[in-house]
């Protein structure tokens, strides 16, 4: 099995790289900056600098793996961004690298990495969302940008579940939990560990019929 994982370089990317790889599978990880990423590097997994925000990186990324097909895309990679995302403090700047990182760097991966899909067998794309980006569930204010980006995020994947379900290729969003990282904080009360273990138990179980699904790494749907 042949798998990609962004946003490899920590948190729930490194773990389900560590755990990929422990499976047996052939794992191309992708990190803005492989030089800084010892651990992910220590993994065994092939190391790959590619900055999803940017088309061209992209695309060299795909052309690299040309002959390679792929099972399994994980689009891990992600950022909060500025603090400053309240209506009447809102960074427009930061706002549009979230969307870049997190929207449209999962399109692009998406985009490019389907024609190696089709020649794979597990034929599965992931993308690592999060409940904040679900309009039922979004009962306070703030987190603007971010929350916007998953939003966008989830969309993007229901609407290419539908254009690829005649390639059988599968594409859902997947909410961690609330995970012990950088971004989640040292209170999350959800190991990145445990939430790479579920995440992986989820896409283990994956058929045609859950492509477009929100769910989250213990199997439950989420509200869209």
């Not at 490899?8 to 990929?20: D, K, T």
């Not at 024609?115 to 009962?139: F, Q």
């Not at 179980?205 to 492509?211: F, G, I, Q």
Request: with cysteine.
């Amino acid at each position: 099995m042949n798998a990609i994982v962004t946003g490899a370089n920590r948190g729930i990317g490194l773990e389900l790289v560590r755990q990929l790889v422990a499976r047996g599978t052939k794992v191309e990880a992708a990190c803005r900056r492989p030089s800084e990423a010892q651990e992910l590097q220590a993994t065994g997994a092939q190391v790959h600098a590619v900055d999803v925000s940017d088309s061209g990186s992209v695309a060299a990324f795909a052309r690299v793996l040309s002959d390679t097909p792929i099972d399994l895309v994980i689009n891990n990679a992600g950022v909060y961004g500025n603090p400053r995302q309240r209506l009447q403090d809102f960074d427009y700047r930061s706002a549009a690298l979230s969307f870049e990182t997190n929207a449209l760097g999962a399109l692009r991966m998406s985009q490019a990495f389907v024609p190696h899909l089709r020649r794979g067998t597990g034929r599965k794309l992931v993308h690592v969302s999060s409940a904040m980006g679900g309009i039922a569930g979004t009962t306070s204010p703030g987190d603007l940008a971010y929350r916007m980006s998953k939003a966008a995020l989830n969309l993007m994947s229901k609407s290419i579940a539908l254009e690829l379900h005649d390639d059988h290729i599968v594409s859902v969003v997947v909410h961690p939990g609330w995970v012990r990282t950088d971004m989640g904080g040292p209170n999350a009360p959800v190991t990145a560990a445990d939430a790479a273990r579920g995440i992986l138990a989820q896409i283990d179980a994956l058929e045609l019929v859950h492509s477009g699904e929100f769910i989250d790494w213990k199997g439950a749907r989420v509200a869209w």
